[in-house]
């Protein structure tokens, strides 16, 4: 499965961002995140990304309900999906780039808009 930067941008303002503020360091911080994966290889690496239990909950939890995400007993082991390492993909290539294929000017004034209504 692979995964073009409009269905990456469609995945990613639905679930992760809204466009404001400063999305492509919230991308690039995901990328890190995603790249952690397995993290059942991969704790100390996730812990220092996310120190604090709490926070790190939220956001593998969020993964996981954004279908990226699949795991055992605990979410601090969990792999990525099909899914999730399609997006892992499309926004590593993206990333040089600052994203501009998913953050597209006009991709971007449209959520804008969406999220104002």
């Given at each position: 499965m692979a995964?073009?930067?409009k269905e990456a941008s469609n995945l990613l303002f639905d679930h992760?961002?809204?466009g404001c503020g400063d999305?492509?360091?919230g991308l690039e911080w995901l990328l890190d995140?995603?790249?952690f994966h397995p993290l059942y290889e991969n704790q100390k690496a996730l812990q220092d990304l996310l120190p604090d239990i709490?926070?790190?909950?939220?956001?593998?939890?969020?993964l996981d309900c954004?279908?990226?995400?699949?795991?055992g007993g605990t979410i601090e082991g969990a792999w990525l999906t099909e899914k999730?390492?399609?997006?892992r993909d499309c926004l590593r290539a993206e990333a040089p780039n600052e994203?501009?294929?998913?953050?597209?000017?006009?991709?971007l004034v449209n959520k804008l808009m969406e999220c104002a209504e």
């Open positions: 995964m073009d930067p992760f961002i809204c999305p492509v360091s995140l995603l790249n709490g926070q790190r909950q939220l956001a593998l939890g969020q954004a279908d990226l995400t699949e795991h999730g390492t399609a997006l994203f501009r294929g998913i953050l597209g000017q006009e991709l």
